[in-house]
Each structure stands twice: as C-alpha cells, then as structure tokens.
C-alpha cells in the first residue's frame, strides 16, 4: 500500500531542441568570448553575459554530479552540472544550455501553465541559488557593480516555489490563501491541485466523528522532529491498533520514511522495512503524516484524493470498517502561534452521493492526545537515523540561523518539541545529544 502524496514523479519528457528562456537566454560560447575579449574583465557585463561557464572558469562553481537543485510546488528535480556549463537532468540524462531551460521545462511538467522557469532564481548549486553566486561574481569582478539590481533574477512570481529558510530575511512569504469547500465546486482538472481547503467540522456537515482517536506523544515528538529537518516535504506512516468495540484507533508509533518522494526505485524498501517493523511490535498501520515546511497544515486538493485513496485501501484490508488518519505538521509557517508547529489530524468524508464528481470533504478530526512516560529507545534510534539521512543534504535545515531575532532555529525546534514531552524529564539530557548532531558544520 503507498501513502505517499503525489508519488507520481514527473513523467519523462521528450527531447527538447536547444532550450532558451526569454530573458534570460544565456549567450552562445562564441557570443560570451567576444564579449569577454572586447571588454576584458574592467568593463560591465551585461547581466546576460554571467553565465555558468563564467562561474566555471572563475572557480566560483566547480562540475559535479547532482549538484544543481529545483525545488518547486513539492518536487525537487536534480541536475549535473557539466564542465562545458550545460545541465544534465538526472531523471532523464537530458542536456540543458542554461538554468532557465531546464527550470521553465521541469516547471511545465509540474504545472503546464508556467510560462517561465526564472532560471538563476530557481536552481540551486549546492543549496544555494544560482543568482547569489551570479551576485558574488560582480562583486569581486566589477565592484563598481555591486549595487547593480539583480531583483529580477532573485525573485519568482510563483508564490508556491519552495525558497530558503532564510528565516529573517524573508522576501515576505506569499500565502497560499485557502479556499472554503463550499466554493470549490465540481473537479476541475485546470484547477492548481496544490489549492489549499479550509476543513470542516463533523458537525457542520451533520454527521458525528465516526472514531475516537487517542495519539502517543512519542509519535508526535518524531513526527515534528522529522518534519523540522528539512525544507523539503517529508511523510512518513502511523502504526497502532484499531479496537473495533471501543471505536478507538490508538497512534502509537510513527515511521519516517528515510527517502526522497520521488524516489520511486527506494520507495518499495523503505515501505517494506516499516511493514516488518509494524508486523514485529504486533502495530496495525492506522495512518500516514506528511510536512507542508512553510505553509498552513491544510490540506491540499492533491491531499484530500491522496487521503481518500489510503482510506479506502485501508479499510479495503479488512473485514469491517477501519478508519486510516491522516496528519499535516507545518514547522516553519510564519502563521504558527509562538515556536510550536501547527499539527493538523483530518480525514476525508465522500461527497454527496448526488455529486459523485465534487471532491471528498476534508474535516477536522477531535484526537486525545496522550503524554507517555518515557522516551523510547526506538524513537530516539529513529531520530539518529534521521540526523544521518540528512546530514549534509542541500535541504537540511541550517538549525544556527535565526528564526526570530532573538531566537535559533535550533532554539525553535526545541521549544516545538517540548511539547510533546514524556513525563520523565531525563529525556531533555537525551534529545542533547540528537541536538549536538545538528549543531556542527553542513
């Protein structure tokens, strides 16, 4: 059974001819050596004229494989960056003359409206963007051109790309504003299936929760870990028992899946190692988690069929009816009140019989939480395991910056966490360990 949302990597696309962008059109070999030679290093070049085999022959950047990075609505794409300056697409081994033609073609795959990929400002050369090393260039080349602007490479219009947590200095996070079901309609198949939906309460659609939810605070303790790890969306599964006479479903453990959402080829060996881990602590699979990193922990379109799908499946699996949750945990949302992250349960309740084409229902779900007593040593493992998964990762939070003035990102993360607390305090000296993993160089 696959709980992951929006498995699907993007399909492999056909050989394009050259690709230029607009604008930013990077210049052909012999156009940059002419414009090199005519001007020498003292003249301005044009902005046009940085291109990554500039970088390249000043040592700013070097080749490598899986160097480059796009992040965009919840899909990261990788890029080698080959010594002549052109882009090689891992998913596909195809060739790019510039960061704008293989953002704008990845882009398009992701949402065939885009109508420009805004190359520089979406590729990332090792976590950093490509037009922070274009703006280190000028600056100690042409330092008389050090206040020239480069706003229009650095920003993208497409409010839901995924940036870096440059957690102060922030070029003010667009919201993706969410829409009440009510106004959704029909399915439309040109609507953004990243639309975030408000959620409905049980008893505004007059029906009563038909479960009771008790979750461990083990669970959410490695959930919120996983999720604060990474500016890229994570998921992972929900392990418990479901008590058919008490209608209660128990969430006892969490299983973060230590991969990539769009690695297909690993995604079969994780699933199967948290199935044998389920099967040898006597846990039923009762649900799944996944991260919205900067945004609201709503659900997307995208989410709602996602759900539906595990809920069907799972109570598919058996005899009788079994309710599968699903839960959103937004860390890094600027919306969040103080440093917890937002934790939202949800599940997804058909349409009405009469309008089989509208989308499933999203509602909020009433849980109990439940404080354990210690800290376990399966969840401290997992969170170790977690730390080397990522450890030098592009994406890999950087924990000693700031996300407030006067407090860390690590100082952030700890006060979340604190929340759901066991009620031993011997783990605070514990989680000091996991934290002084995160402390070090990236």
Same mark, same amino acid.
């Given at each position: 059974?696959?709980?992951?949302?929006?498995?699907?990597?993007?399909?492999?696309?056909?050989? *394009?001819?050259?690709?230029?962008?607009?604008?930013?059109?990077? #210049?052909?070999? !012999?156009?940059? $050596?002419?414009?090199?030679?005519?001007?020498?290093?003292?003249?301005?070049?044009?902005?046009?004229?940085?291109?990554?085999?500039?970088?390249?022959?000043?040592?700013?950047?070097?080749?490598?494989?899986?160097?480059?990075?796009?992040?965009?609505?919840?899909?990261?794409?990788?890029?080698?960056?080959? /010594?002549?300056?052109?882009?090689?697409?891992?998913?596909?081994?195809?060739?790019?003359? $510039?960061?704008?033609?293989? @953002?704008?073609?990845?882009?398009?795959?992701?949402?065939?409206?885009?109508? $420009?990929? /805004?190359?520089?400002?979406?590729?990332?050369?090792?976590?950093?963007?490509?037009?922070?090393?274009?703006?280190?260039? #000028?600056?100690?080349?042409?330092?008389?051109?050090?206040?020239?602007?480069?706003?229009?490479?650095?920003?993208?219009?497409?409010?839901?790309?995924?940036?870096?947590?440059?957690?102060?200095?922030?070029?003010?996070?667009? %919201?993706?504003?969410?829409?009440?079901?009510?106004? *959704?309609?029909?399915?439309?198949? @040109?609507?953004?299936?990243?639309?975030?939906?408000?959620?409905? &309460?049980?008893?505004?659609?007059?029906?009563?929760?038909?479960?009771?939810?008790?979750?461990?605070?083990?669970?959410?303790?490695?959930?919120?870990?996983? /999720?604060?790890?990474?500016?890229? %969306?994570?998921?992972?599964? *929900?392990?418990?028992?479901?008590?058919?006479?008490?209608?209660?479903?128990?969430? #006892?453990?969490?299983?973060?899946?230590?991969?990539?959402? &769009?690695?297909?080829?690993?995604?079969?060996?994780?699933?199967? %190692?948290? /199935?044998?881990?389920?099967?040898?602590?006597?846990?039923?699979?009762?649900?799944?988690?996944?991260?919205?990193?900067?945004?609201?922990?709503?659900?997307?379109?995208?989410?709602?069929?996602?759900?539906?799908?595990?809920?069907?499946?799972?109570?598919?699996?058996?005899?009788?009816?079994?309710?599968?949750?699903?839960?959103?945990? !937004?860390?890094?949302?600027?919306?969040?009140?103080?440093? @917890?992250?937002?934790?939202?349960?949800?599940?997804?309740?058909?349409?009405?019989?009469?309008?089989?084409?509208?989308?499933?229902?999203?509602?909020?779900?009433?849980?109990?939480?439940?404080?354990?007593?210690? #800290?376990?040593?399966?969840?401290?493992?997992?969170?170790?395991?977690?730390?080397?998964?990522?450890?030098? &990762?592009?994406? *890999?939070?950087?924990?000693?910056?700031?996300?407030?003035?006067?407090?860390?990102?690590?100082?952030?993360?700890?006060?979340?966490?604190?929340?759901? @607390?066991?009620?031993?305090? &011997?783990?605070?000296?514990?989680?000091?360990?996991?934290?002084?993993?995160?402390?070090?160089?990236?």
């Amino acid at each position: 059974m696959y709980l992951w949302p929006g498995s699907e990597p993007p399909s492999s696309p056909q050989l *394009l001819e050259e690709g230029v962008e607009e604008e930013d059109e990077e #210049l052909s070999g !012999g156009e940059e $050596s002419d414009l090199r030679a005519s001007s020498g290093r003292g003249s301005l070049l044009t902005r046009r004229g940085i291109t990554l085999r500039v970088l390249l022959k000043d040592g700013l950047v070097e080749p490598g494989d899986g160097v480059l990075s796009i992040h965009y609505l919840g899909k990261k794409f990788v890029g080698d960056l080959l /010594c002549d300056g052109k882009i090689r697409w891992v998913e596909t081994g195809q060739i790019f003359n $510039s960061p704008s033609a293989w @953002a704008t073609h990845c882009k398009r795959l992701v949402n065939p409206a885009k109508k $420009s990929g /805004c190359g520089w400002a979406s590729v990332r050369y090792r976590g950093q963007k490509l037009v922070q090393y274009k703006t280190s260039w #000028l600056h100690k080349y042409q330092p008389s051109a050090g206040d020239m602007n480069l706003a229009s490479e650095g920003e993208d219009d497409d409010e839901d790309e995924e940036e870096d947590l440059s957690l102060i200095q922030r070029r003010g996070d667009r %919201e993706r504003v969410p829409v009440r079901y009510c106004n *959704l309609g029909m399915r439309d198949a @040109a609507r953004d299936p990243h639309t975030l939906v408000e959620l409905s &309460a049980f008893s505004a659609i007059n029906r009563f929760q038909p479960f009771n939810v008790a979750v461990s605070s083990n669970v959410l303790l490695l959930m919120d870990f996983h /999720c604060h790890m990474t500016t890229s %969306e994570v998921v992972g599964y *929900l392990g418990g028992r479901w008590d058919t006479n008490t209608q209660l479903l128990t969430v #006892l453990r969490a299983f973060p899946c230590r991969t990539r959402l &769009a690695d297909r080829d690993a995604a079969p060996a994780v699933e199967e %190692e948290i /199935c044998q881990n389920l099967f040898m602590r006597g846990l039923s699979l009762v649900g799944w988690y996944h991260s919205h990193p900067r945004g609201p922990a709503l659900p997307s379109l995208q989410d709602i069929d996602s759900q539906m799908d595990h809920q069907l499946r799972l109570q598919g699996s058996s005899n009788g009816f079994q309710p599968c949750l699903g839960i959103i945990c !937004g860390p890094y949302y600027h919306g969040n009140q103080g440093v @917890a992250s937002t934790i939202t349960p949800f599940w997804v309740v058909p349409p009405p019989e009469q309008r089989p084409n509208d989308y499933g229902i999203p509602v909020a779900v009433e849980v109990t939480y439940v404080q354990d007593n210690f #800290l376990t040593s399966d969840v401290l493992n997992e969170m170790m395991l977690l730390v080397d998964f990522y450890r030098g &990762a592009p994406d *890999l939070v950087q924990f000693s910056q700031h996300w407030t003035p006067d407090i860390s990102v690590m100082d952030k993360m700890k006060g979340s966490l604190s929340g759901h @607390a066991p009620k031993d305090q &011997a783990y605070v000296q514990i989680l000091e360990h996991v934290y002084s993993q995160l402390s070090g160089p990236h």
